[in-house]
């Protein structure tokens, strides 16, 4: 009784002393951390935001800022403390460090540096589970995927994104919302997640699915493409944190264990059929880039451009990136076009001026078609679907840049510290956006600070679909908006809300792998013309 009365207390004293000792010496890395960038002022936590127990709880001072604090702050931390650069310091799981950056020149100089401010790959491990890919990589690797896919990003391409896209849209009001006085849509993204992906899947794939086949799981399978693609996105994280043996074990888990096996098993048909199909060669869209990078296995082993997991993990990062992102944009566009009818109807009329027979607008109607893009782009500026792009310093370096008052300051960057490019920080600066909070597409029709938009990161590795979504932005709210009217549906228990409150309920947003509406409910009437 004795002796294990006695081990038992080692083991508490052993315990506590580690423990104690420990937490010293984090707090002693996180006092050299935070000397280390002459105190600048900004969040103090213990956990880190990007560890998994800062993720899973939310924003808590002192505590964590939770995954999400870039979108729920904006610019006012920024403004709080007068200067566009402010840190993010935690001690747990160990001490770590980033600048939270909404400056123009800043940012300008951090994109624009491929070599001394690279992507922190770590933080991206979650998109490598079908393998290697653009996304998540750097150097020399990085250089061969784009160079591969540069070409499926061409003019000729655009051309084919704008026809996909109205021949989708087409497809929709003739065959699913034919004849209705009034479609309802529960939530926007119902209808926003399958526009988006039937647009990557003709236009990137040449994998055309129609609004009613799509409902139906095809011989051989249990999901539909659709729903095997959206259970992985929400799944990641999931797939990531949860191990393999215990992924049966929960309804929820094994759903997700289906949904990233049903993927896989799409994605590789997929690539059956096109390297079967005999018109390989006049196709120069993306899935033809990649598979010709992949292709002639009759190469010496160091010739062979692209491996097959790399050729599953880049088609599969190009249907996240270009799926998603484009789906959540439209969402929050349609909703501020349903809040601001005088807006709706401002561009209805200059889509009629541009297209006064009626007829169907072709890719080189685009360029006229400005309110149409403006109103894409005011609705990425105030709803950035990617809120944060990290980065890492490479070297010991500076950034200059004047304060509130004019005064200018020097920011120590040691090597290693993250950066992150406060999208919505910048986006919500009132130094480079008049009126922030409000939306006026009209602002992108005159001058406007080219800079300070980066909705789609900018550089050397900013988004390679941005005129690819930019040009399926501009043909689906043409095409919708000349036939259709969007509004907010009515629903009896929000009967007594005001205007504001509305609008507060519809725009909630979250940032779970991209910036997504909560609940958005909407309604298309016909227009009668
Ligand atoms: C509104 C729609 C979109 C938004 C907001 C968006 C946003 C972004 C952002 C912020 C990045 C930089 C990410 C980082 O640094 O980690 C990025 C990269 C990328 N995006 Fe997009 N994107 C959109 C649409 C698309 C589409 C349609 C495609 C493909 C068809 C696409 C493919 C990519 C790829 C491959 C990269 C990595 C580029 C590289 O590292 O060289 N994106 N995107
Ligand atoms: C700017 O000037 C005001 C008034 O002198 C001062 O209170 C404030 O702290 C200054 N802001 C910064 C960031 O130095
Ligand atoms: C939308 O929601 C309403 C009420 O909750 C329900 O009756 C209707 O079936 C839903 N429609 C769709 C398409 O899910
Ligand atoms: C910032 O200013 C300091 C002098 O105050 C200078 O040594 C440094 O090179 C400057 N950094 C940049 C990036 O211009
Ligand atoms: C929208 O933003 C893009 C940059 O992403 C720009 O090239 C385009 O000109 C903008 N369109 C309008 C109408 O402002």
């Given at each position: 009784?004795?002796?294990?009365?006695?081990?038992?207390?080692?083991?508490?004293?052993?315990?506590?002393?580690?423990?104690?000792?420990?937490?010293?010496?984090?707090?002693?890395?996180?006092?050299?951390?935070?000397?280390?960038?002459?105190?600048?002022?900004?969040?103090?936590?213990?956990?880190?935001?990007?560890?998994?127990?800062?993720?899973?709880?939310?924003?808590?001072?002192?505590?964590?800022?939770?995954?999400?604090?870039?979108?729920?702050?904006?610019?006012?931390?920024?403004?709080?403390?007068?200067?566009?650069?402010?840190?993010?310091?935690?001690?747990?799981?160990?001490?770590?460090?980033?600048?939270?950056?909404?400056?123009?020149?800043?940012?300008?100089?951090?994109?624009?540096?491929?070599?001394?401010?690279?992507?922190?790959?770590?933080?991206?491990?979650?998109?490598?589970?079908?393998?290697?890919?653009?996304?998540?990589?750097?150097?020399?690797?990085?250089?061969?995927?784009?160079?591969?896919?540069?070409?499926?990003?061409?003019?000729?391409?655009?051309?084919l994104v704008w026809d996909a896209t109205t021949q989708i849209m087409l497809d929709l009001f003739d065959t699913m919302w034919a004849g209705q006085e009034e479609v309802v849509v529960n939530h926007s993204v119902d209808l926003t997640l399958p526009i988006a992906l039937f647009v990557i899947g003709a236009a990137g794939f040449g994998r055309p699915i129609s609004w009613k086949e799509d409902a139906v799981?095809?011989?051989?399978?249990?999901?539909t493409f659709k729903d095997?693609l959206h259970?992985?996105?929400?799944?990641?994280?999931?797939?990531?944190?949860?191990?393999?043996?215990?992924?049966?074990?929960?309804?929820?888990?094994?759903?997700?264990?289906?949904?990233?096996?049903?993927?896989?098993?799409?994605?590789?048909?997929?690539?059956?059929?096109?390297?079967?199909?005999?018109?390989?060669?006049?196709?120069?869209?993306?899935?033809?880039?990649?598979?010709?990078?992949?292709?002639?296995?009759?190469?010496?082993?160091?010739?062979?451009?692209?491996?097959?997991?790399?050729?599953?993990?880049?088609?599969?990062?190009?249907l996240?990136?270009g799926h998603e992102t484009t789906a959540h944009a439209f969402s929050f566009a349609f909703a501020?076009l349903a809040?601001?009818?005088?807006?709706q109807?401002?561009m209805y009329?200059?889509i009629?001026?541009?297209l006064?027979?009626g007829r169907i607008p072709t890719y080189?109607d685009m360029?006229?078609l400005?309110?149409s893009?403006?109103v894409f782009?005011?609705s990425?500026?105030?709803?950035?679907?990617?809120?944060?792009?990290?980065?890492?310093?490479?070297?010991?370096?500076?950034?200059?840049?004047?304060?509130?008052?004019?005064?200018?300051?020097?920011?120590?960057?040691?090597?290693?510290?993250?950066?992150?490019?406060?999208?919505?920080?910048?986006?919500?600066?009132?130094?480079?956006?008049?009126?922030?909070?409000?939306?006026?597409?009209?602002?992108?029709?005159?001058?406007?600070?080219?800079?300070?938009?980066?909705?789609?990161?900018?550089?050397?590795?900013?988004?390679?679909?941005?005129?690819f979504s930019?040009t399926e932005g501009a043909a689906v709210l043409t095409i919708l908006i000349s036939r259709y009217v969007i509004s907010i549906k009515?629903?009896?228990?929000?009967?007594?809300?005001?205007?504001?409150?509305?609008?507060?309920?519809?725009?909630?947003?979250?940032?779970?792998?991209?910036?997504?509406p909560?609940?958005l409910p909407l309604v298309f009437r016909p227009r009668r013309t």
């Amino acid at each position: 009784m004795i002796v294990t009365g006695l081990s038992l207390g080692t083991l508490a004293i052993i315990v506590g002393s580690v423990s104690v000792l420990r937490a010293f010496q984090l707090f002693l890395d996180f006092r050299r951390l935070l000397a280390s960038i002459h105190h600048l002022p900004g969040y103090r936590t213990i956990l880190s935001s990007s560890s998994v127990l800062g993720h899973l709880f939310p924003p808590t001072p002192l505590l964590t800022l939770g995954h999400d604090y870039s979108w729920l702050s904006k610019h006012a931390p920024f403004a709080e403390r007068g200067f566009d650069i402010i840190s993010a310091v935690a001690c747990w799981p160990k001490a770590t460090g980033s600048l939270l950056i909404a400056d123009v020149n800043v940012i300008k100089d951090i994109v624009w540096s491929r070599g001394r401010f690279p992507k922190p790959l770590d933080q991206y491990s979650i998109l490598t589970f079908f393998g290697e890919n653009i996304v998540v990589s750097e150097g020399n690797e990085w250089k061969r995927y784009r160079k591969i896919v540069a070409p499926a990003f061409s003019e000729r391409n655009n051309r084919l994104v704008w026809d996909a896209t109205t021949q989708i849209m087409l497809d929709l009001f003739d065959t699913m919302w034919a004849g209705q006085e009034e479609v309802v849509v529960n939530h926007s993204v119902d209808l926003t997640l399958p526009i988006a992906l039937f647009v990557i899947g003709a236009a990137g794939f040449g994998r055309p699915i129609s609004w009613k086949e799509d409902a139906v799981v095809p011989l051989g399978h249990q999901l539909t493409f659709k729903d095997a693609l959206h259970t992985v996105t929400q799944d990641l994280t999931l797939k990531f944190l949860v191990p393999k043996w215990a992924m049966g074990l929960t309804k929820r888990f094994r759903r997700a264990r289906l949904a990233f096996d049903e993927l896989h098993r799409y994605l590789t048909e997929m690539i059956h059929e096109r390297q079967g199909s005999q018109d390989e060669d006049d196709n120069n869209d993306l899935l033809s880039s990649l598979l010709s990078a992949n292709g002639d296995k009759n190469l010496s082993k160091g010739e062979v451009k692209l491996s097959d997991s790399e050729l599953i993990g880049n088609i599969f990062i190009f249907l996240v990136a270009g799926h998603e992102t484009t789906a959540h944009a439209f969402s929050f566009a349609f909703a501020l076009l349903a809040l601001h009818p005088d807006k709706q109807e401002e561009m209805y009329q200059h889509i009629k001026r541009v297209l006064p027979d009626g007829r169907i607008p072709t890719y080189d109607d685009m360029p006229s078609l400005a309110y149409s893009s403006a109103v894409f782009n005011e609705s990425l500026r105030m709803f950035p679907p990617v809120c944060t792009v990290p980065k890492s310093s490479a070297e010991d370096t500076t950034f200059n840049l004047t304060d509130v008052n004019g005064t200018l300051k020097t920011v120590v960057v040691p090597k290693g510290l993250g950066l992150t490019l406060d999208v919505p920080g910048l986006h919500y600066n009132p130094k480079y956006w008049e009126d922030p909070f409000t939306f006026k597409p009209e602002r992108f029709l005159g001058d406007w600070n080219r800079d300070a938009f980066l909705p789609f990161s900018s550089g050397y590795r900013g988004c390679v679909g941005r005129k690819f979504s930019e040009t399926e932005g501009a043909a689906v709210l043409t095409i919708l908006i000349s036939r259709y009217v969007i509004s907010i549906k009515d629903e009896p228990q929000f009967a007594g809300e005001t205007y504001e409150q509305r609008k507060a309920r519809v725009l909630n947003a979250q940032s779970v792998l991209t910036l997504a509406p909560t609940r958005l409910p909407l309604v298309f009437r016909p227009r009668r013309t």
